[in-house]
């Protein structure tokens, strides 16, 4: 007797890895945090660059995005199109 079938318990761990990949969206939020903080404190200190240092920052806020995007869709791809079941 099986407490749990092959299928089920593939599933369980697609979901248990699809969380996990949720949760690099808690990083790159936080590193876009600490990202805005220290423009925020470059700019007060020399106003003068502000475009060179809003624009370089844009640059590593959509970079830091980026691993949350992909941390989404792998999520959803365990979860909706599962190709281990």
Not at 14 to 43: D, P, R, T
């Amino acid at each position: 007797m099986e407490l749990v079938t092959p299928e089920a318990f593939v599933q369980g761990l697609a979901m248990i890895g699809a969380a996990v990949c949720s949760w690099s969206g808690i990083g790159a939020g936080y590193a876009q945090g600490l990202a805005a903080g220290k423009v925020a404190e470059a700019v007060s200190r020399q106003p003068e660059a502000r475009g060179a240092i809003v624009s370089s920052t844009l640059v590593v806020a959509a970079v830091a995005e980026t691993t949350s995007v992909y941390g989404l869709i792998i999520a959803l791809l365990l979860l909706y199109a599962n190709p281990f079941v």
